[in-house]
């Protein structure tokens, strides 16, 4: 059984970035399950004129922290046991936003199974096409996956 749950912060203004290919947080080729969610993503955002998420290693190196803890922890929720949301989370890594967003599944076994569960959800299906999102990070440990989207501020963008 696949689990689901969102989690979005206000939103600003609108801005343009071209997508890239993932490299994880330490430069290698991402797994193939996770390029695969970050390509079905950015073509759907493309198919309904939104720009291309950009990745972002520092957002992606939360997210895989997100879903270690979650498996590691035993625990699927956007507050983790220390109590810290998805927002304090990259408030710590020092990273400023205008608009952030977190989706979370459990029990997927596949970037397709993540994708489908997602856009079978009004709450994550608004965060992945929410075109003012402009920058992407995803990570998986296990059955657990975190994808991290923000917008980040000029002094958070590198």
Not at 1 to 21: D, F, I, N, Q, Y
Request: proline share 4%.
């Amino acid at each position: 059984m696949l689990l689901v749950s969102a989690s979005a912060a206000p939103v600003a203004e609108r801005a343009s970035v071209a997508g890239t290919l993932p490299k994880s947080s330490h430069g290698e080729e991402m797994p193939a399950e996770v390029r695969d969610l970050f390509q079905r993503i950015n073509r759907h955002r493309h198919a309904i004129g939104c720009h291309a998420l950009e990745w972002d290693r520092r957002l992606a190196r939360l997210a895989l922290e997100q879903s270690e803890d979650m498996a590691r922890r035993r625990y699927f929720d956007h507050v983790n046991p220390d109590g810290l949301d998805p927002f304090q989370r990259m408030d710590h890594a020092g990273l400023r936003y205008h608009a952030a967003a977190e989706n979370l599944a459990m029990g997927a076994v596949s970037g397709r199974e993540v994708y489908e569960g997602w856009m079978n959800s009004k709450g994550h299906r608004r965060n992945l096409e929410n075109c003012m999102l402009t920058r992407i990070g995803l990570g998986r440990s296990g059955d657990y996956w975190s994808c991290e989207m923000a917008k980040l501020t000029p002094e958070s963008t590198p």
